[in-house]
């Protein structure tokens, strides 16, 4: 049988190429990943407003497969309408699969306090508005952005192509210019960044948090489920 330790329901954007391959990977023995998707090509904020309403019925479908959490695997779908929508919509999700629901934002929020991050270097794919979107939204929650950088990308298979490599030389770059951070935020679930964070930790000596790790962590302690994934945030619990 699948999943004899946990069934992890992921929500993503259709788009999505990274999510699975990438929490797959990292999962621990015993445990699986089962995807229901939301129609979602171009990462606006139009677009990802329409695809949020798709959420509940994603989480109804994953129920019929028995999940034991539900992960809303999207960053900046999750933080669209700021604090308050995010816990909502783990609430809603939650109760319409009735199990545990995590959603990204707050998997990310969750994972920064733990590793005690609070002035964060902002590495993201997004076009400006949205990177401002997430700025504001850290802020809010008392995180310092000491520095950022986008690349402007919309569409999502365009940011889906992008390579470890990628985001490894953004966060490089970016780091020259914020000596005073205590940590790194890798945004975007379609971001290929999860393999390159035990590298950048080693090279730059600071924790790296990257969005799919975040949310696989958090889903992992809502279950009761320990990993030792990649990077600082796996050796905490929360």
Same mark, same amino acid.
């Given at each position: 049988?699948?999943?004899?330790?946990?069934?992890?329901?992921?929500?993503?954007?259709?788009?999505?190429?990274?999510?699975?391959?990438?929490?797959?990977?990292?999962?621990?023995?015993?445990?699986?990943?089962?995807?229901?998707?939301?129609?979602?090509?171009?990462?606006?904020?139009? &677009?990802?407003?329409?695809?949020?309403?798709?959420?509940?019925?994603?989480?109804?479908?994953?129920?019929?497969?028995? %999940?034991?959490?539900?992960?809303?695997?999207?960053?900046?779908?999750?933080?669209?309408?700021?604090?308050?929508?995010?816990?909502?919509?783990?609430?809603?999700?939650?109760?319409?699969? &009735?199990?545990?629901?995590?959603?990204?934002?707050?998997?990310?929020?969750?994972? !920064?306090?733990?590793?005690?991050?609070?002035?964060?270097? !902002?590495?993201?794919?997004? %076009?400006?508005?949205?990177?401002?979107?997430?700025?504001?939204?850290?802020?809010? $929650?008392?995180?310092?952005?000491?520095?950022?950088?986008?690349?402007?990308?919309?569409?999502?298979?365009?940011?889906?192509? *992008? $390579?470890?490599? &990628?985001?490894?030389?953004?966060?490089?770059?970016? !780091?020259?210019?914020?000596?005073?951070?205590?940590?790194?935020?890798?945004?975007?679930?379609?971001?290929? $960044?999860?393999?390159?964070?035990?590298?950048?930790?080693?090279?730059?000596?600071?924790?790296?948090?990257?969005?799919?790790?975040?949310?696989?962590?958090?889903? *992992?302690?809502? %279950?009761?489920?320990?990993?030792?994934?990649?990077?600082?945030?796996?050796?905490?619990?929360?």
């Amino acid at each position: 049988m699948t999943g004899w330790r946990a069934r992890i329901g992921l929500v993503v954007p259709s788009s999505n190429t990274t999510a699975e391959p990438e929490l797959t990977t990292a999962c621990p023995a015993g445990t699986s990943v089962h995807a229901a998707r939301m129609p979602l090509e171009d990462v606006t904020a139009d &677009d990802l407003d329409a695809m949020a309403d798709r959420a509940i019925e994603c989480a109804e479908l994953l129920a019929h497969a028995d %999940v034991d959490v539900v992960a809303y695997d999207c960053t900046t779908g999750s933080l669209l309408h700021g604090h308050g929508f995010d816990a909502e919509l783990e609430a809603e999700i939650g109760a319409t699969a &009735d199990c545990p629901a995590v959603a990204t934002a707050l998997s990310v929020e969750r994972a !920064l306090d733990t590793l005690d991050c609070q002035r964060i270097a !902002l590495a993201t794919p997004y %076009v400006n508005d949205l990177t401002r979107r997430e700025v504001d939204y850290l802020e809010e $929650s008392g995180h310092e952005i000491v520095a950022v950088d986008d690349r402007g990308t919309t569409a999502n298979t365009d940011i889906g192509a *992008l $390579s470890p490599e &990628d985001a490894y030389r953004q966060v490089d770059a970016l !780091l020259a210019d914020a000596d005073d951070s205590d940590g790194v935020f890798v945004s975007c679930t379609n971001y290929p $960044s999860l393999p390159v964070v035990e590298t950048l930790e080693a090279d730059r000596g600071l924790p790296v948090v990257t969005s799919n790790a975040a949310t696989l962590w958090d889903a *992992l302690q809502s %279950v009761d489920v320990d990993t030792d994934g990649p990077g600082q945030l796996f050796a905490r619990n929360r």
